[in-house]
């Protein structure tokens, strides 16, 4: 079995050791020798498959590989856990996802964004350059608060609950890359990440408490977990409610904006695809606004966001824990070893994407290609694979659509700083500065 002593890589950067060991090894398991602590990494299409999927029972998230850990730590046990408290969060929850009930949503949605996107035009008449990660949280917050909070938090609200997820995502970094340092010895990080969760209970609990004594009948986060029930038919306990609450918000906002953020450098260095994607908006939407009627014209912004997950997949760490002997790819993997799957890593393998493989390249996903048995059904899986697939898939994939061309249908951009940001480790994939870029209205001669 191939074996690299990856240490120092990891610690100078993370995200491209994995891919390289990935080419390196042409997708076999191989094990990282970071110190003491020794996981596999999976990086081929098919064992994806075996560990999400076919052999999910042997494979749990594991409550000590250390980002599991620390997510823990942060939301408790919920819809981020395994075993019974998850499957009661998921049967709770995934009400909330059904296509029939998010397609019901959009014109909502396209509101939310577009009196949020309203806000950004004294930026733009003053050329004042943005800060598009936050204004990108702002939106998101936006469309957050209307389709899961029924208007109960307010978005000053989730921005502080966002800032606060922003310190523990950070926070987290140093136990991800030292996993092999002990829980009860202190490390950086650790008190910021303990006062900030603090903060976010002091503004979800009382809200949680509130729906409570008055649960209401509708179809927002809030009255579902109100009306959540554990396989014997008990109520959910505060505390499962809470941790499914933080959870919720942790997952929607975090990787949506996250995402999102790498658009734009990553448009300014390909002006041939930005000005496909112009014109295709023009073409759809007109001079707007955004409605849920232009959604299936709009295929070539599809295109662009897929290649920008396969690129830069917000969850691009996911671990795994073995409760049991295995034997994966033909190497053996013993009980209690960890496992890390990472579709940062296999998205980027030139294995099953080709020579061209680290290219934004959205003709990738043009209609029928994949389809088309090019490449093997997980060499893509931005949104994971099996019992534990992203519920908000569906959600995001439209949010994403109507950001995306409610921004561009109002306004062209110039980024302050062309290159591509570094990656920074953290629990999800940020950049490691500031995206910062300045608007200009798209002048038309009719009104809007
Ligand atoms: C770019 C956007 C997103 C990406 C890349 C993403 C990625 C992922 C991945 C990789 C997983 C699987 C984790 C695992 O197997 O352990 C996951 C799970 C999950 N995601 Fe997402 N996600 C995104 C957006 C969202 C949004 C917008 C929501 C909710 C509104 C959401 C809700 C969830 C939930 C609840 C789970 C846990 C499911 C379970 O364990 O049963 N995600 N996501």
Redesign the pocket.
Known sequence: MPAWRALPSVLRDAHRTFVDVGNWSNGDVVRIGLGVSRPYLVTNPAHVHEV?QQKAAIYP?GDDTAM?RSVRKFVGDG???EGAT?AA??RT?APL?RPTRINAMVDAMADAIAVAVDELDASAATAIPIDVGRELSRI?CGV?TR??FAGRITVEQALTIMAAQETIVTAMAPRILAPFVPWWLPMPGDRRFRDAVRAIDDILLPVLRGALREPGDGDDLLSALARGRTEDGDPLSEKQMRDDLV??VA???E??Y???TWLWPVLANHPDVASKLYDEIERVVGAGPVRADHLPALTYTKMVLEEL?RLY???WF???RAAADDVLGGVRIDKGATVI?S?YATQRMTAWWGPTAELFDPERFAPGRAAGGERHRYAH?????????????H??NL??VLIVATLLNRFRFTVTDPSIPRIKVAGSLRPARRVEMILIPVERSATR
């Open positions: 999400l998230r599991w819809i981020l856990a998850w969060s998921r929850l996802f998101v957050i389709t899961f959870s919720m997952v929607a906002t990787t949506s996250v995402a999102l997950l997949p917000a969850g996911v671990p795994r799957l579709p899986y931005p949104f994971g694979v099996g019992m534990h697939r992203c519920l908000g898939e959600l995001f949010e994403a």
